[in-house]
Nanobody, 116 residues
């Protein structure tokens, strides 16, 4: 089992920044993919950014140039730096990891609200 706990969400004005953190614990060996997903009100969950164990990174087009995913291996923590936030970025953001065999683990999510 892998336990994931997100933090860092909150209310921010358009154009502002937030950094989300995801602390991982448990059987974190053999993780193949780490990522951030989000679910806006009334919409399906969508991938925001992913990072493979080898360090390959991908972003959804809507956040390219504004969001940055990174990890601190020593702290077992995944980050999402979000800049130039827009109202359409409002969503619950979820941390996700995939272990060998394709097993997905999810955090409980952290709410990001972008509003003036």
């Amino acid at each position: 089992q892998v336990q994931l706990m997100e933090s860092g969400g909150g209310l921010v004005q358009p154009g502002g920044s937030l950094r989300l953190s995801c602390a991982a614990s448990g059987k974190i060996s053999a993780i193949s993919v780490l990522g951030w997903h989000r679910q806006a009100p009334g919409k399906q969950r969508e991938v925001v950014a992913t990072m493979t164990a080898a360090g390959r990174i991908n972003y959804v087009d809507a956040v390219k140039g504004r969001f940055s995913i990174s990890r601190d291996i020593a702290k077992n923590t995944l980050y999402l730096q979000m800049n130039s936030l827009k109202p359409e970025d409002t969503a619950v953001y979820f941390c996700n990891v995939v272990r060998g065999g394709g097993i997905n683990y999810w955090g409980n999510g952290t709410l990001v609200t972008v509003s003036s």
